[in-house]
């Protein structure tokens, strides 16, 4: 079966700082991968998608996340934070296994940025 | 730009009433998805949906819920007799034939059950 595990439930950074957002996976087939953002009572906005193809992704609002899968991870970083980025973000993995395409949800890391 | 709509944003409801959450997914998909979220935690799938049967579903999805496609663009979840505990943001999401990759999330309908 496959899932998805998010390190760290809560993450301070200071602005201007790295972000860095931990995501691994357990896939029994090349997996395909999301990070989403949802901020305070809004749904879930699409920042980046592996499928195939160069391992580094780029998304929107300066977020990139790179497939390593060797260490089954999805890790997702931005190079300077900003205070608009303090929001919760999700990995998910699509379950390639079910014939249903479903989302499996990580259980999210909330993001902080420091004045 | 295409994109999946949800009604209500907001419903409120008495404990054993029954609600049904309204969604119209892009009318080029072909597949639907029911998510939910309770407060502060993650976000759980519920029920896929496909050729107008269920083609999986979750422990979650018990016989209280049921969905529906009704007519050619609406997709409905409906929860009989509404517990305490369903209270949850409730996602539809879709996915095009063509492609696999990415589900297409609706804004979300806040079930309040009091």
């Known amino acids: 079966a496959q899932s998805v595990t998010q390190l760290g439930s809560h993450v301070s950074v200071s602005e201007g700082a790295l972000v860095l957002l931990r995501c691994n996976y357990s896939?029994?087939?090349?997996?395909?991968l999301f990070w989403y953002v949802q901020y305070p009572n809004q749904g879930l906005q699409l920042l980046l998608k592996y499928t195939t193809g160069a391992t580094l992704v780029k998304g929107i609002n300066g977020f990139e996340a790179e497939f390593k899968k060797s260490e089954t991870s999805f890790h997702l970083t931005k190079p300077s934070a900003h205070m608009s980025d303090a929001a919760e973000y999700f990995c998910?993995?699509?379950?390639?296994?079910?014939?249903?395409?479903?989302?499996?949800f990580g259980t999210g890391t909330r993001l902080k940025v420091l004045a | 730009e295409p994109e999946v709509t949800q009604t209500p944003s907001h419903q409120v409801t008495q404990m054993g009433q029954e609600v049904i959450l309204r969604c119209v997914p892009i009318?080029?998909?072909?597949?639907f998805y029911w998510y939910r979220q309770i407060l502060g935690q993650k976000v759980e799938f519920l029920v896929s949906?496909?050729?107008?049967?269920?083609?999986?579903k979750s422990e979650i999805f018990d016989d209280q819920f049921s969905v529906e496609r009704p007519d050619g663009s609406n997709f409905t979840l409906k929860i009989r007799s509404t517990k305490l505990e369903d209270s949850a943001m409730y996602f539809c999401?879709?996915?095009?034939?063509?492609?696999?990759?990415?589900?297409?999330f609706g804004p979300g309908t806040r079930l309040t059950v009091l």
């Open positions: 998910a993995v699509s379950d390639l296994t079910s014939g249903t395409y479903k989302y499996i």
């Open positions: 896939s029994s087939v090349p997996p395909y």
């Open positions: 009318s080029n998909h072909l597949y």
């Open positions: 999401a879709s996915i095009r034939l063509a492609d696999y990759n990415e589900q297409f």
């Open positions: 949906f496909y050729n107008n049967e269920i083609s999986e």
